[in-house]
């Protein structure tokens, strides 16, 4: 399943909590395609805390408690990471990370939490949602077979890769423009892992930000730059990356186009993506300004100069993702509709 049809599962199943129909999700992918950051979203955009357990740093009585002696009896002391009414809150997501990776004696332990929300006397609060995520066995991490009666305590879902969806997150968390433009030039870069090799860095979600965070602390030193980048990406990904870069100094007038000055569309197919994702950066950061009419309106025009219309309905579409609704309301956009309402038909 996509990640953006994944974030309103995990939105539902957190809202649901209050509602008694909450059941727990395990999301199964490779890694670095974004299942811990997809459940931090959720709980960022709801203000609420999240619990981070990982099962695989854990012994069977980390997540039991102690047994401690209170008169004849024995008794359980609760682990302090589980969460509290006093200390966490009424709401909030219990996640719990690289269950996969855990022993089948530390998963076996959290059977009742899981299913019952409950581990001994212990309950978990009822505004809080529990999801669980793991690598697949096929994915080169350290796996265990999760035990029948474990998945049986889950609703599954598979995280597909979806370049759409990581473009809206890019530019809704500020990446680097250049490399958005790159994987749109080479979108089956976005995720490029193959476990028969079990490369040290390779291209995938969570690489591609670490390649943005490089590119900004390296650009200045171009000894370093490539070297920096194929640590994040792998080398081949990150002398791709370089290239792409290093050939967008050819790139048309970005202040002419906003201005609405006749500026030609480049004829080569990665400085079309180049411009026509920098222009989407010039889209959101115009948004709030008193001039975003004008600048969106230039946009559009623009979007119908390209030769192969397809690249203007990519620029429309991320547009429309990163800056919502107020595109309609741009008089340019429905001239631009009419130009290409046969593709869209299509």
Known sequence: MRPAHLLAVIEKEYASTHEGHHTPVMLW??????????????????????????????EPSDLRGIP????????????????????????????????????????????????DRKLGEYEVPKGWAII??????????????????????????????????????????????????FLRFRQDLLFDFDPSHNPVAFPSPRSWEFAHRALYKFSDHPDLLLGALQACVGNAAGVELRAFIESLDQMPDLDAIINGDDVPAPTEIDLQYAVATALVGRAIRAKDNADATKVHGNILNYAGRFKQRE????????????????????????????????????
């Open 132 to 181: 669980a995520a793991g690598n697949r066995q096929g994915d080169r991490g350290v796996t265990y077979s999760m035990p029948a009666p474990l998945a049986n305590r889950f609703s599954h879902y598979e995280v597909d890769i979806n370049l759409d969806d990581w473009v809206a997150w890019a530019y809704a968390n500020s990446i680097d423009e250049r490399i958005i433009a």
């Open 311 to 346: 690249m203007g309905v990519m620029l429309v579409s991320d547009m429309h993702r990163a800056i919502g609704q107020d595109i309609f309301a741009v008089p340019e956009f429905t001239d631009w509709a009419d130009k290409i309402a046969d593709i869209m038909l299509y």
């Open 29 to 58: 992918g490779p890694p670095g395609v974004g299942k811990s950051q997809m459940v931090a979203q959720v709980a960022d955009r709801h203000n609420v805390q999240l619990i981070d357990i990982r099962l695989s740093q854990m």
């Open 68 to 115: 401690f002696r209170n008169g004849e009896e024995v008794e359980w002391a609760i682990p302090a990471m589980l969460p509290s009414l006093k200390r966490h809150g009424e709401d909030g997501i219990l996640f719990i990370d690289e269950i996969t990776s855990a022993p089948p004696s530390v998963s076996a332990a959290a059977y009742q939490l899981i299913l």
